[in-house]
């Protein structure tokens, strides 16, 4: 008996948890107070940082701060309980592993640990003000829209750490080259080469201060190819996404069109009804409404196309005589 | 009689003020002088913030504004009454709402509001004036070529959510990473993680104004960073307007193709000829006269091409002996 | 006798300075001369506007000056002579009417005229030295790769006026904003919003010099909203432009791609040996060899699939017993 | 008997030096070693230049640069020594000076000649060190990624050639602008063309250093109409790349397809098991494992389809009767 409530209120606390798609008023409500709290969080940091405010709310930031550890703790620790029952069929503790393992109990964890640390290990207090700031990452699991944005900057990583080199070759060049060229003139600015590649960053991702900058002509002539290169340099990044983009909606396009299309072949969906069904399909593929709207009514533009060519081919010529044969009543 | 009068006037005045299609020169004129006169209100807000102009020509200002009040209220009134006209069976005040409720009708009545406000609650006079720049968003309706691009930033609306909540996170580390370090080199500049965040914002939009920079070795090199993370997310929103944009463009030329393969199967259009319905889908779908041609261009070839087919495909052979068969004289 | 001589020198000349695909020894090398020449005026008029080498050395500027004003006019004028012989048939007046009206024409004249002005009227020094720098436009008819950019850019006219639009309602209303909150902190650089405006554009374009800054925290919050909006609009004329290279590449392809197919179909091309003309329909379209290569390839690959495919369909199976043909002799 | 240890000892070197599939323990730990090596030297010359570093430490340095030339010099030597192996049929010294005149091993003797050449010619000190930055050039054949970036920057060298063009253009008639404008408010900073040159090219760029401004209110406003045509020019690189990129990979995606389907054809390869295979040809078209893998599927699903539709039409209707044949039993 004891057993059976444990396990019910096991699967209540997992449908208001873990399952994206529980659209209840309370699992909503939990959502806002969390996400609540971790924007709290986040401005307290902000605030305590200016010395005037943290004097004199001290006491209140404190209690604050207690209140939202234990409630995030209380968090981590129903997640990880309930959890056991994404899986069913499998060992408790090994759902339990592959939870603890996954990016969003690592924030979860992360946003937590420093706090219980500073019991055992002395923290600067400003560091750990910091870490406290890891926990806007939690937001990270309502923003559903991000993660694409994230599978394409993972698939072009190759690409990235090709502009990060070309980045890196052209701040050592640009810092020796304005080195040799500047120095004499400016001895404390360009000191030496490593002290040269402030202005050597700064000027090739364009977003220039001024703090330093060349003032011999041979030292401009040079400074401004740098800046042209940055304007190169610049729009790499840029160019790499816009096809990234491109290319992982078309991937995702293709895949939910070839979804549509198997259940349109064993007649298990209809397309201008089933609005549930495409809805659940666009969320597991990940694409907008509007994305799949636009692949919905080609299907459909298709689909009237083949009935129409169907249609037509069934007038059959006879090979022996050239005339055209009646159409087959049969079908 | 009065009656008819008052209707004929009333679809008149709807013709010059509401149908965008109706390119006479009284309706041009008309559409010319409120340009001028958005315009005009603008430069005056613009020239009233110069101190010594305002003084010296204060009288002629009022005049100006209290005109341009008259005009625009008046234009909001008639396009008020007029539009009845724009679905005639409908009930005329539902067909109004409709319109008040437009964005256009709001960003109209924005225009004209605050003037009337000011007559009942005091509002301070400088912020009186920005909201008279509001009339500049008048001109939107004279603006075709916006309405893609604003299309296309409202589908892309949830990357560009990703993108900020991205922002957010590293203006937030930023700052707090900055003030760590450069805290006690510059406690003025960084005084709190608040007010780092403006040099994280500068920075990691690349604008870099230079008013507040890391001088410590540890600094900079945060900052250099800081720098090269901003560079790759002044990146995502190009590559995400890159991709929306092409994909609009896609849809559009997809509905336009298929509208004009619907006319040309239902033997409706002439693609060589009938310029004015083209240029009506055209208008309709919203695509330039360029892109429009490609399409026509690719149709046309697609027609002659298939017309060459169906001639070559009725030349059948035999299954039987392997010769050709005689064209059917049918056809 | 003599008009023969007339009319053939005439002929040569027109070779030599209007026919682009004229690549002779002396053709190329009046190219070069002309080009040196230009590039030695441009850099001219730089010099003279440095007043220590103006002063020394102002006769050999003069008379470089005079020299290439005889050299300019004399190539208008032969231009203008020989271009009659563009369209042989046509009154000779009406095609050199059509030159002088081209681009290239006004370019050149606009090289020339203020010298010969400067005679009539009294253009002030400095203002005549820019004019000069005209001249620098006479190298666009030696850059046929720009051709491609600026008739993408020319395509998307409209969304770079829309783009300007949305920067125009930005900069007035960043302006007016950063004016209320910022004029009393520092009255003197936010004066009006006029003055104000000038932050705004450095702000918006992300250029961000820095010699103008919000200093209090309200401005700052709005000055970062600012910077944002830039970041984002900054990243509009980069999607325009990705997606109209992209388009105008497109169009370019299948247009050289249905030229080589209709070839193939009147087996007047090659496609394997014919280089010389693949590359004149090659220049004619405007693509570089390697993205002509790319449709050649894919051109031959579809022959060969296509020579399969007819092959393979030529094994019919019979429609009586089912059983496959043999294979038709006749073929 | 000598010449055979010679020969198997030229073979050893050779898969360890040259082939870059080769992925024993030996040949990473030979390349790892090399890169460590490398990156030291850049140290080493960063570090140099800080002149109370170099000062204590000069010993160190030099000893670490000796030792640095006799590895590289070795590396050289052996590599000319056994790429011989390289194409086994021809003359060895045609292998090696094709080698030689490869871009590769021109960085490769970049990096060593300056040491030796110092012996003739004395070369100033800091520029030598300059010099030896060159080998942070070796470092790009450990890095594969980097191969399409640079093959699209060579295809689209056109459209760069003619964004510089345009940039080059601008560049001096701003520079001529502000200097006509500014040159009496500012002299000593716009005191020439030249030098508003500066001011010119980190607006266009929009760097934007903020230590050369207009302040007059008409240099202002071209100002801002410069930093506007900044903004579209800092947006033709992105368009040109974002393009490029798209286009190189959908050249590459046709060309492992095709490479795929010919194997396909020949049933030479079995896309669900060969995994060596398919990555044997990844790698030598260029793609990353998840393009690939799009493919890949892409292809098993039209295999599958192919499969669907060959049995479907196997069902043939009598064009005598009009009904379904009995599917040939000999497939």
Redesign the interface.
Known sequence: MLMKTWFSARKFLYDYLHDEKNETRLSKFINYLLIALIIGN?LA???E???EIYKSQQLLFDIFENISIVIFTAEYVLRLWCVAEASPGQNVWKTRWQWITSGGAIIDLLAILPAYLNFWVHIDL??L??LR?LR??K??RY?T??Q??LRVIE?EK????????????LI??AA??V??VENQAQPEVY?????S??WA???L???????V?PITPLG?AL??II??L??????????????????E?A?RK?EIE?KFQELLHSHEIDLLSDRAQIEEIRLQVGL?S??TQ?IVL?LL?EQQEKALAEKRQRF?????C?????E???H
Chains 1, 2, 3, 4 share one sequence.
Request: hydrophobic content about 50%; some cysteine; glycine content about 10%.
């Open positions: 986040v940091v902000l605030l940082s200016v010395n400003r560091f003000r910091i700031l806007l990452l937001l990270t923003f829209s991000l694409m944005l698939r190759g690409s990235f750490q090709a502009v990060l080199f070309i980045l890196s070759i050592v060049m020796a080259g080195y040799i000191s030496s080469i490593p002290a590649m402030w960053v700064v000027t991702t364009t977003v220039g201060y001024g703090d900058t401009r400074g401004a800046t042209i940055g304007l190169g340099l610049a729009a790499l990044p840029a160019g790499i996404l816009a096809t990234g983009i491109a290319n909606l991937v293709q070839l907008t509007e994305q636009d080609k533009r059959c010529y006879c090979p022996h050239g005339n055209r044969l009646p087959d009543p049969g």
